[in-house]
């Protein structure tokens, strides 16, 4: 009967989601225009514009806590809930705004303050901001659950909220957070890394087998990126370079010669088919190849960034994606 009703609410909060409200569920966030931001020398040499730019995050979502933090709606039996990525993306649109001039300091600085009172310090000190709800993935995340992907933005907010404010809680709270970046998931209850078939991966779900979230994994290496950058810390430069190869060298692992997948796992089966993306993430993986591109000057990326871009042009490719999609989330969520 567990599972029986598992299955039931979630498929009323995915309707409701996806079909009968989601004008004001968290799909209204995450479903935006996407926008890179068109970084100079400074940007890449300081830290001031993220690669991905947020500015459309603001106003989408009108449900806060009494601070003013933003809380999505979930729907179903989860309901309001913080996701502590979109708290981090919102800020990173306040900011986008205040370094063009537009003011939103204070704004920016309310949701960075999520950082500073919503952490868990774990073994060895890692601060971990997480998940406090149940997630469907290909194994159920049950709560609290972490994520690179988290400890990534978060820290790219935290040293930008120390920059501005010069409050020195958000530094210390980058620092604890990065130590996450030091440890093996499946070895330590703070670690978010992988090192599966002689890579470092960094693990948006910390799932068996792992399943190396695209999306997820490059949004927290420009976390990692940004902690090098700030910090000048050599083992954040030598992890940015590990884990640029592991992009590079894996990117035809998310081809599908018409489409991406979602994430990747090394033992394709009948356990653990193919997830292709639906279209909103297939323009997103285009954005982060622009991003890669602009980071590295690795022309790989360049042209994965036309390849997958070229795919969208295609009406009946863009089909054949959604109907898989669609199949996917029926059969195996």
């Known amino acids: 009967m567990g599972k029986v009703s598992n299955r039931l609410n979630y498929y009323k909060r995915i309707f409701n ?3 009968f409200k989601k004008n004001s569920s968290n799909l209204s966030f995450w479903h935006t225009p996407l926008k ?6 400074a940007d890449r040499q300081t830290l001031r514009a993220y690669p991905q730019n947020f500015e459309d995050k603001i106003g989408q979502i009108h449900t806060t ?3 003013g933090v933003i809380m999505l709606d979930y729907r179903g039996n989860l309901g309001l809930q913080y996701n502590p990525n979109a708290i981090a993306q919102l800020a990173l649109g306040y900011y986008d705004k ?4 537009k003011g939103c300091s204070k704004e920016f600085l309310t949701q960075a303050a999520y950082f500073l009172n919503h952490g868990r310090l774990v073994k060895d000190g890692v601060l971990l901001w997480e998940y406090k709800f149940p997630f469907e993935m290909r194994n159920q995340l049950t709560s609290p659950w972490r994520s690179a992907l988290a400890q990534g933005q978060g820290i790219s907010v935290c040293l930008r909220a120390y920059k501005l404010s010069n409050d020195d809680r958000y530094l210390d709270a980058a620092i604890k957070a990065f130590k996450s970046f030091s440890y093996l998931a499946n070895e330590h209850p703070g670690g978010v890394l992988d090192d599966s078939d002689g890579y470092t991966w960094l693990e948006e779900y910390i799932v068996s087998p792992p399943n190396h979230v695209l999306n997820g994994f490059i949004w927290a290496l420009y976390g990692v990126r940004d902690y090098a950058v700030f910090m000048n810390d050599k083992y954040a430069w030598s992890l940015w370079d590990d884990c640029v190869k592991t992009l590079s060298e894996n990117l ?11 994430d990747f796992i090394s033992d394709r089966s009948k356990n653990h088919p193919v997830m292709p993306v639906s279209e909103y993430y297939q323009r997103l993986h285009v954005i982060q190849m622009d991003g890669c591109y ?14 997958w871009n070229g795919y969208l042009d295609n009406y009946f490719y863009r089909k054949v994606a959604y109907v898989w999609k669609i199949y996917f989330k029926l059969r195996y969520f």
């Open 17 to 19: 989601a996806y079909i």
């Open 65 to 67: 806590d009494d601070c």
């Open 294 to 307: 602009q980071l590295t000057g690795l022309d790989k990326f360049k042209e994965y960034r036309d390849t």
């Open 98 to 101: 205040f370094i063009s001039g």
């Open 252 to 262: 035809c692992n998310y081809d599908l010669s018409f489409w991406t997948t979602y």
């Open 36 to 41: 890179v931001n068109k970084l100079t020398d």
